[in-house]
């Protein structure tokens, strides 16, 4: 009979594993920062719609996750021909809120442990380039956060209603060391134990823009 639950037991923590694994986010690709994108004919200028377009994040350490959302400041994404060619974003750093409504969370991130929003009120990202690989549209651009701008590359989708773009991502993730966030990251420090926080943070964008 031990053994029997010992078996069952073992069974559903490689199913517990093996699911976290499946479900995990893809890293979006990053690298040093890159050249702007800038077209030479503009045909067309979104502005973004900061009441509707929406930044989800999500954060996680061994006891469990976070989630919450982050707001644009302002944003515009040119086109040429109907095609995005190019675009600039500010975000919001001052209004990320925690899902749950945890004031202290939400002091703590906007702390110099983790985003000194004080110091740094707002991250910008710039399109840098936007193309199909393997049925999939990457969208790349450098995203400055705190002291530090790096490029990244993820997939997304584009849709039209009229007057109306849409531009979706899929839910990626980003290494937040690589932008200087250090609290409770194995990256920079190895006494943690169990009490560390993932590096990666987990994001999905939707921005609504309408076009001027």
Same mark, same amino acid.
């Given at each position: 009979?031990?053994?029997?639950?010992?078996?069952?037991? $073992?069974?559903?923590?490689?199913?517990?594993?093996?699911?976290?694994?499946?479900?995990?986010?893809?890293?979006?690709?990053?690298?040093?920062?890159?050249?702007?994108?800038?077209?030479?004919?503009?045909?067309?200028?979104?502005?973004?719609?900061?009441?509707?377009?929406?930044?989800?994040?999500?954060?996680?350490?061994?006891?469990?996750?976070?989630?919450?959302?982050?707001?644009?400041?302002?944003?515009?994404?040119?086109?040429?021909?109907?095609?995005?060619?190019?675009?600039?974003?500010? $975000?919001?750093?001052?209004?990320?809120?925690?899902?749950?409504?945890?004031?202290?969370?939400?002091?703590?991130?906007?702390?110099?442990?983790?985003?000194?929003?004080?110091?740094?009120?707002?991250?910008?990202?710039?399109?840098?380039?936007?193309?199909?690989?393997?049925?999939?549209?990457?969208?790349?651009?450098?995203?400055?956060?705190?002291?530090?701008?790096?490029?990244?590359?993820?997939?997304?989708?584009?849709?039209?209603?009229?007057?109306?773009?849409?531009?979706?991502?899929?839910?990626?993730? $980003?290494?937040?060391?690589?932008?200087?966030?250090?609290?409770?990251?194995?990256?920079?420090?190895?006494?943690?134990?169990?009490?560390?926080?993932?590096?990666?943070?987990?994001?999905?964008?939707?921005?609504?823009?309408?076009?001027?």
């Amino acid at each position: 009979m031990k053994n029997k639950f010992a078996t069952i037991f $073992i069974m559903s923590a490689l199913t517990v594993s093996v699911m976290g694994c499946k479900d995990k986010a893809n890293e979006a690709t990053t690298t040093e920062a890159e050249e702007v994108m800038t077209p030479e004919v503009v045909t067309d200028k979104y502005i973004a719609d900061v009441e509707t377009s929406t930044i989800t994040w999500t954060g996680y350490k061994p006891t469990g996750s976070h989630t919450g959302n982050i707001n644009l400041e302002n944003g515009v994404l040119n086109t040429a021909d109907g095609k995005i060619a190019g675009g600039t974003f500010l $975000i919001d750093m001052a209004s990320l809120k925690d899902g749950e409504g945890s004031a202290k969370l939400e002091g703590h991130l906007k702390s110099p442990d983790f985003f000194d929003v004080e110091n740094h009120p707002t991250a910008a990202f710039e399109i840098t380039g936007l193309e199909e690989v393997d049925g999939k549209m990457m969208l790349s651009g450098n995203l400055a956060l705190k002291d530090v701008k790096n490029n990244v590359t993820f997939p997304v989708s584009v849709s039209n209603d009229g007057d109306m773009m849409t531009l979706t991502s899929d839910t990626f993730t $980003i290494d937040r060391s690589k932008w200087n966030v250090k609290y409770g990251s194995k990256s920079f420090f190895d006494d943690l134990g169990d009490k560390f926080i993932n590096d990666d943070i987990e994001l999905k964008i939707m921005v609504k823009a309408k076009k001027a």
